[in-house]
């Protein structure tokens, strides 16, 4: 074993994952009760399951150690993900609540919770194994939570003949890892790296097949909905809880194993991230600009923001390791928040909601608009809002570790994000009269997802660095 944090052969110290897969027995059972299943009670049971988990996540807090022989590493950066994941469950299962009857499904909560222990594998992950199951479980639960019958057609089915794609490259690459290195603990792969400065071409092999299988199966599940999917039939609350899903578990495990196994090539990868960062941001930017739809305008802006936290990963040391922790965090409340709140207007004509249809809205919505702008500013990173803090630590992070090219790219491009969401603040707020826009009345505990994400992003702004004091806590240690 090659892990440098003790062993614990303490069972409470895997407590969130046990009770995630235990809860997920009774949601099975809910979940297949008729066609479309129990919804409440699998809805209740999910949001226990996440409520407990994270109470003992609270209570380990500061525990570092591994676990089954160093397959998992339970330290505080696995359990700030951890808070995000299940933080993004609870609140989309709230948002669950307000959908229309005929698509509430009792086997929709069953596949979100798995996504959750999928996410919380990729996060505490200590062995490429284990991210291959991590993502994998992911990945198929979130493929059947946003799959539409509503639509199967050509690219439905090549989308679908893509998913096999992914594990298979990352499977070849960590057999050709294994065979060159003798190990898949990432903390193994380190050590090999150390005795052995210059790389053997069947390990550069072995680290690109790696990373093309892991970067496809986040693009291919974050994003490949968007592309393939009748999306304007899938619920918002999915939506978003995929998106921030794909997003956070695969930053976490590229910030886990690049800082730890491949620390000793840091001038390299970081170097490759730099590129990937720009090239994100410079796509969902592009894509964005050309969308009318707000809800794939934004999703577009998705993979701008991810380009974002990567800068984070590319920026050496512990300032960039809060950053992308307090980044994360903001990003999810920020986007489920705003799903919740697009999920009221409706289109009488059923058509998507475009920037011309919530043209003044605030004259008869003044409420939702209000609420709509507040999570629109903060994406966008608006001067004292939450989001425009977090993007500063992450700038700061790059102009700490003397990227000045990216600061740069970074800087001028979250200025054109900026532009693109305040043109719909100014639709609400600026525009002519719109047509056919209607507010759906919502649930109870829709109100409450929505409340908390709207006082989540106040408070997040308000104690920026109270927050951050906690989230440093939660740094890895990589060196």
């Known amino acids: 074993m090659y892990n ?40 209740i049971i999910s949001l226990t399951a996440s409520c407990l988990a994270a109470y003992f996540t609270v209570k380990l807090w500061d525990t570092s150690a591994t ?43 069953f596949f979100a919770t798995s996504a959750l222990f999928g996410m919380m594998l990729t996060a505490a992950a200590g062995d490429l194994i284990v991210v291959l199951a991590g993502i994998e479980i992911f990945g198929f639960s979130s493929s059947r939570l946003t799959y539409s019958r509503t639509l199967v ?24 890892l294994r065979y060159v290195t003798g190990t898949t603990d ?23 097949l790696l990373a093309a299988g892991f970067s496809m199966r986040c693009i291919v599940t974050g994003a490949g909905f968007w592309l393939t999917a009748d999306y304007k039939n899938i619920p918002d609350w999915k939506i978003a809880y995929v998106t921030v899903g794909a997003t956070a578990s695969f930053l976490a495990v590229l910030y886990r194993v690049m800082y ?5 090539y840091y001038m390299s990868w970081a170097t ?18 050309f969308q009318k739809e707000i809800r794939r305008m934004v999703g577009c802006l998705c993979i701008a923001h991810a380009g974002y936290a990567i800068i984070s990963v590319a920026s050496e040391g512990e300032f960039g390791n809060i950053s992308i922790l307090y980044y994360l965090l903001i990003f999810t409340i920020n986007i489920i928040g705003f799903f919740g709140v697009i999920s009221l207007v409706r289109m009488k004509d059923g058509s998507g909601v475009t920037m011309e249809k919530l043209s003044c809205l605030e004259i008869g919505h003044p409420v939702v608009s209000a609420v709509l702008s507040v999570f629109l500013l903060s994406l966008s990173g608006f001067p004292l809002t939450a989001g425009f803090f ?25 200025l054109i994000t900026a532009f693109l969401y305040a043109r719909v603040i100014a639709a609400i707020y600026l525009g002519k009269p719109g047509e056919g826009v ?3 009345k919502p649930h109870s505990f829709q109100a409450a997802a929505i409340a908390v994400s709207l006082a989540g992003t106040v408070l997040l702004g308000l104690a920026a660095y109270r927050i951050v004091d906690i989230l440093s806590e939660g740094t890895i240690f990589v060196y």
Request: net charge positive; with cysteine; proline share 4%.
């Open 4 to 43: 440098y944090l003790p062993t614990n052969y303490d069972i409470k110290i895997l407590f969130p994952f046990i009770t995630i897969l235990v809860f997920l027995f009774p949601i099975f059972i809910f979940a297949n009760i008729s066609k479309k299943g129990f919804f409440p009670g699998a809805a």
């Open 67 to 109: 676990a089954m022989n160093g397959l998992i590493i339970a330290d505080n950066f696995s359990r700030v993900f951890h808070a995000v994941f299940l933080l993004g469950l609870i609140l989309s299962i709230l948002m669950s609540f307000g959908i229309e009857e005929r698509k509430k499904s009792a086997k929709a909560v």
């Open 153 to 176: 057609n050509e690219k439905m089915l090549r989308f679908r003949a893509i998913n096999v794609i992914p594990p298979l490259l990352f499977t070849a690459g960590a057999a050709l």
């Open 186 to 208: 990432i903390y193994g792969i380190k050590e090999y790296i150390l005795f052995k400065d210059d790389p053997t071409l069947l390990f550069l092999v072995g680290c690109s």
């Open 260 to 264: 730890v196994s491949f620390w000793h």
């Open 272 to 289: 490759m991230l730099v590129v990937a960062s720009s090239a994100c941001i410079t796509i969902g930017n592009l894509t964005a600009l």
């Open 390 to 414: 977090a993007l500063f630590r992450i700038l700061i992070s790059s102009v700490k570790s003397e990227m000045t090219a990216l600061t740069v790219v970074g800087s001028l491009s979250s």
């Open 438 to 440: 209607e507010i759906g």
